[in-house]
């Protein structure tokens, strides 16, 4: 298959294209990499090629690596994958520094022959790291093209020598913001950065003018030049030095240690200001590799990449199900989960009737919509012809008569069986009889709450978690009865308003509340035996999750986990597990400390709303321990909370995929991302050990955390979850 195709034209350039049978976007693959490598060297050889112009056949330039790529330098070097890791990326510097260098001469930068790249749209990855290495870079000046290295979100970095590239070119302060944050770039702001060199509206034309009349001092790179200084200083440098100092303490300060790529980027940055730039190039190859062979790299890599892709692409979606694309949604309730819902399927050009019990309450869940657009339209995001587009998709009304031709529907009503019950009644009158029925709850089951329902094989639960417009996880629950078509239409829904779905059995709580509540507990019960909650939330942060649990406690409201506790303890009956939490929990909702909603919570805020500290309050009632536990044990005790919940959704039937169990698990709740998820977080420290370190929680601190029978069967036979459960598209990379 030709990757990469080339033509020589009268005028002496020669246009590379890259253009990827079958693949939507361009992906680096090990024999585009000899092809690409096979042009370059014909064309630098053929007398009659004055330069080259590198660009893409489709209407973006790349999406970057083909991840099997890697995999395959791994496999390839036998019993010592980190050397063919580190060669392979060499290779691939090889290459690049070729035609960086074009054929000059090495002692006088004369005699080499212009190479541009001309970028039709979006270049992420190595579709940007290929265009770094050529002498001019020319972009589209469509809007919607973006421009980055965002490696750094699946837990690696760019390694095909953008890393060190941007360095050189743009110095500390700007390539750390854009390889740390992996921020995509609009075209203008990427020229204004000093990434690409110029915006056109055809980057292809403006590429052949400039080959044609570049001269030898326009392809010479600076850091090829005699008396190269590093932009912004190097690290022995006064202002320099102290850039690197605060780079240093400000990823400390974001990633709390837990992101290995993080740590290695700013080894790579430091190290690589000290050398020659060839030495640096050798220098990021040595992190490179180093990261790759970090389990948490492949970890992320499996669980963000591959196995989100997966799920967004269908890959648990009922076979020789017809198209279920939504064409008009129905919302009940407009408060602000059925607003924010009724945002995102407007913002995907579904039509929206938007019901509350009035034309008021209505009117202000479509009101949600409104001041979200006109938040864009202040950030230069958005028009206000497209905000009119938009409202005009969302009818606000209280009559349920309007739901006709509705082929799905969303109830996001109170939590109350009777009142959903209800609601449902009334609206299956009116709906078409192949209308799909969903709940957005978070907690009651679904089969019960399908009772209500004549048409039970239609009735889903579709979760959305909140603020609706920002979280990227969307968890539908099959029902007892729930039929295909149900979880095809939910499934297609999802990938409409461009979310990441996962399908799990109805149980109480589902998958993603029923291992978070845990970890909540987990975290009250500890400040009842006196652990500082500053060590509590510290501890998760430095394990990868965003906020603490206790400060996510502040943030979801106590109250609300009053109320969950209480419907569980009602609907459990004897079966329920109290706990000193709960008694926490209580007593802070009766000292009206109802979290940031209040301005009073476990910490204290100010009149704008803002955290001042830890309420020191909560030690009058549980005081403070003399002697802390470990930073070690608090964690366990806060991943292993998780973990288990997850093996037992898994061991009951509620959990039908560890991909979604992983994916589920940091896009729904923020759990830490750098494991890859609760599967891979048990493989990377094996099953044995995970056995073995339950057994000592479970004699240390009850029985909430004994050892599952399917993790004790697993550990008894050395076996990974990814081993033991991995679907044909879940493979490692």
Not at 56 to 77: I, P, R, T, Y
Not at 150 to 176: C, D, Q, Y
Not at 366 to 384: C, F, M, Q, S, V
Not at 544 to 561: A, R
Request: proline letters at 5%; one cysteine or more; aromatic letters at 6%.
């Amino acid at each position: 298959m030709t990757d990469f195709t080339m033509q020589k034209d009268a005028e002496g350039i020669a246009t590379i294209t890259w253009d990827v049978a079958d693949k939507t976007m361009n992906v680096m693959s090990i024999d585009g990499l000899g092809q690409l490598d096979a042009h370059i060297d014909d064309a630098l050889a053929d007398d009659a090629v004055k330069g080259i112009v590198i660009t893409s056949g489709k209407d973006s330039f790349a999406g970057g690596m083909d991840l099997n790529l890697l995999a395959k330098m791994k496999a390839d070097a036998g019993d010592d994958p980190a050397k063919g890791l580190f060669e392979g990326t060499m290779r691939m510097h090889a290459l690049l520094r070729k035609i960086e260098r074009a054929g000059m001469d090495p002692k006088t930068n004369k005699g080499g022959k212009p190479i541009a790249s001309a970028l039709p749209g979006t270049a992420a990855g190595i579709g940007l790291e290929l265009p770094l290495a050529t002498h001019r870079i020319f972009c589209t000046s469509n809007p919607k093209a973006k421009v980055g290295l965002p490696e750094i979100l699946v837990g690696i970095f760019p390694g095909g020598g953008g890393t060190v590239r941007l360095l050189f070119k743009m110095g500390l302060v700007n390539a750390s913001s854009q390889i740390l944050e992996g921020r995509m770039n609009a075209p203008e702001k990427a020229k204004s950065l000093g990434i690409v060199d110029e915006v056109s509206d055809d980057p292809v034309a403006a590429a052949r003018a400039w080959v044609l009349e570049a001269k030898d001092a326009d392809i010479v790179k600076p850091w090829d030049a005699k008396g190269f200084k590093m932009p912004g200083g190097a690290p022995y440098h006064p202002a320099g030095f102290m850039n690197y100092v605060g780079a240093n303490a400000m990823v400390a300060g974001k990633t709390k240690g837990a992101f290995p790529a993080a740590k290695a980027v700013l080894s790579v940055l430091y190290e690589a200001a000290l050398v020659p730039f060839d030495t640096a190039l050798k220098i990021e190859a040595r992190w490179f590799t180093n990261i790759l062979m970090n389990p948490s790299s492949s970890a992320m890599i499996r669980s963000l990449f591959l196995n989100k892709e997966a799920l967004e692409k269908g890959a648990v979606r009922p076979k020789g199900i017809a198209d279920q694309r939504v064409k008009k949604l129905g919302v009940l309730g407009a408060g602000m989960m059925g607003a924010g819902i009724a945002l995102v399927s407007a913002q995907a050009g579904i039509e929206v009737v938007l019901i509350d019990r009035d034309q008021e309450a209505a009117d202000k869940g479509k009101a949600y919509t409104e001041a979200y657009l006109d938040k864009g339209i202040a950030r230069k995001k958005g028009t206000p012809e497209k905000k009119e587009a938009m409202l005009s998709l969302i009818t606000a009304t209280p009559d349920v008569e309007k739901l006709a031709g509705c082929d799905l529907i969303i109830e996001a009503v109170f939590e109350d069986p009777a009142v959903k019950a209800e609601i449902t009644k009334r609206v299956e009158a009116v709906i078409p009889e192949d209308c799909i029925f969903a709940s957005n709850t978070s907690t009651l089951p679904i089969s019960e709450l399908a009772k209500a329902s004549s048409r039970p094989e239609q009735f889903i639960g579709i979760h959305f978690f909140s603020p609706v417009e920002k979280m990227l996880l969307v968890e539908i629950i099959k029902g007892a009865e729930t039929g295909d078509r149900a979880v095809a239409k939910s499934l297609d829904y999802v990938r409409q308003i461009r979310k990441t779905p996962i399908v799990v059995n109805d149980a109480r709580f589902f998958y993603a509340n029923r291992c978070i509540i845990p970890y909540g507990n987990e975290a009250t019960r500890m400040v009842t035996e006196g652990v500082a909650p500053q060590l509590i939330d510290s501890a998760a942060q430095q394990l990868g999750f965003p906020v603490g649990p206790i400060q996510l406690g502040d943030e979801t409201s106590i109250d609300l986990g009053v109320r969950i506790m209480k419907a569980t303890k009602a609907a459990m009956g004897n079966a329920y597990p109290a706990s000193e939490a709960d008694d926490l929990i209580v007593w802070m909702e009766e000292e009206g400390r109802l979290g940031r909603k209040a301005n009073a919570g476990y910490f204290d805020y100010d009149e704008k709303g803002k955290r001042t500290g830890y309420w020191k309050g909560v030690h009058d009632k549980y005081p403070l321990a003399e002697e802390q536990p470990a930073l070690r044990e608090v964690q366990d005790r806060l991943m292993f909370a998780q973990v288990l919940e997850a093996v037992r959704a898994l061991e009951e039937g509620v959990l039908e995929d560890i991909r979604e169990g992983d994916v589920g698990a940091i896009l729904g709740w923020g759990f830490a991302p750098a494991t890859g998820g609760p599967f891979s977080y048990l493989d990377i420290i094996g099953t044995p050990y995970a056995a073995e370190r339950c057994d000592q929680l479970q004699e240390k601190f009850g029985d909430r955390f004994e050892c599952p029978a399917l993790l004790r069967e697993m550990a008894a036979k050395n076996q990974t979850f990814y081993g033991r459960f991995s679907k044909e598209d879940a493979a490692a990379a």
